[in-house]
């Protein structure tokens, strides 16, 4: 697995960029991840953020965008609006987890 520098840290990756050691990750890393993508955080996003890494915690793998909108109570729409084209890979890529199953 590569290793990259993320805030000042060696931060473990897959070949996608994707993290792969859930317990890595902090709010420095994710800001990072954000930047690096070209999405600005705020409240909105990071509600969505910190719901997709509770809600990992509990079923083990991420949230698909239907599942934010049916349990994080965030309407598909407003997710394509907060990161624009793919969001479910970049919500997951921000919030330092797999990739959601289905996405390209």
Do not use: H
């Amino acid at each position: 697995m590569p290793v990259i520098e993320i805030a000042g840290r060696q931060i473990s990756v897959n070949e996608e960029g994707f993290l792969t050691n859930f317990d890595e990750w902090d709010v420095d890393v994710a800001t990072e991840l954000a930047k690096q993508i070209e999405i600005p955080m705020t409240e909105e996003r990071w509600k969505i953020i910190n719901f997709l890494r509770d809600d990992f915690k509990v079923q083990g793998e991420t949230a698909t965008s239907r599942r934010v909108q049916t349990v994080g109570g965030v309407p598909v729409k407003e997710q394509f609006a907060l990161f624009p084209k793919k969001p479910a890979k970049k919500m997951a890529y921000i919030a330092g987890l797999p990739k959601p199953k289905g996405c390209v």
